[in-house]
């Protein structure tokens, strides 16, 4: 019977080579998978750098009108590109200074739980989302605070990324804006008409007149005109109006 040596033979590995069937987490990251993790880290560095951003800006738009706007940028930008003339006719009227009619048909347009959320109106998700089930097309639900982040930091185009920024800067808006700044901003930056940003441009060019002049029914024809300023004016939007005014009646405004 033979006896075994007991000895075992060891075989030494080239230095910079990989044994056959070596495990795949094991090998080298190709190129193109580094470039792709260098790309989404980087992503993700600006997305948060902007977020950052934004957040001091408001911090600075609780004291200061903004000089400038994204949907403003987004025009300006349109226009250049189309290679057209385009005017912008802009004005600051403070909140102390409107008419109350001004805020009561923009809230009752857009937002008729404004004064009571803290930037989500749930039930109005809930109803949007209801009528989506029950086969009607799909329609907005974002509040005033969302459409003012929109209209400041981000661009009238559907963007998911953009839906993002709009709903995480909400909370941070309410919190250091607080409510009649909010509405301020919103009145005196969102855009009443091709190249009109503000209630006191609106005021003048739908009507004649100053912000401050709007009569009721006036005010209920710019607020009807928010959802689409470009393709809407007071004349195509009696109907819509109309609905503002009931709205406004029902809360006794």
């Known amino acids: 019977m033979a006896e075994s040596t007991g000895d075992t033979s060891t075989v030494e590995i080239p230095e910079g080579k990989e044994p056959r069937g070596s495990a795949p987490s094991q090998r080298r990251r190709s190129p193109l998978r580094r470039a792709a993790t260098r790309l989404g880290k980087g992503t993700l560095a600006v ?28 025009r300006r930008f349109e226009a250049w590109i189309d290679r057209r003339d385009y005017r912008e006719t802009k004005a600051y009227v403070p909140y102390s200074r409107l008419p109350v009619q001004v805020s009561h048909a923009v809230v009752a347009a857009e937002d008729g739980r404004f004064w009571s959320h803290w930037g989500y109106d749930f039930a109005e998700m809930r109803e949007a989302s209801a009528e989506v089930l029950e086969g009607d097309l799909p329609r907005g639900a974002s509040t005033i605070p969302q459409q003012l982040m929109k209209n400041l930091f981000g661009c009238t185009c559907r963007n998911p990324v953009r839906k993002i920024y709009d709903l995480a800067l909400t909370l941070p808006a309410e919190l250091i804006l607080g409510k009649e700044r909010i509405l301020e901003l919103y009145l005196n930056n969102v855009e009443w008409g091709p190249g009109i940003f503000g209630i006191e441009a609106a005021a003048r060019h739908h009507y004649g007149s100053g912000a401050r002049s709007l009569s009721r029914n006036e005010a209920a024809g710019l607020a009807a005109l928010l959802p689409n300023p470009l393709r809407r004016t007071p004349g195509n939007t009696s109907e819509y109006r109309a609905e503002i005014l009931r709205r406004m009646d029902r809360r006794g405004w």
């Open 47 to 74: 997305l948060g750098a902007y977020y950052v951003l934004c957040l001091m800006l408001l911090v600075v738009y609780r004291f200061i009108e903004p000089p400038v706007t994204g949907v403003q940028l987004e």
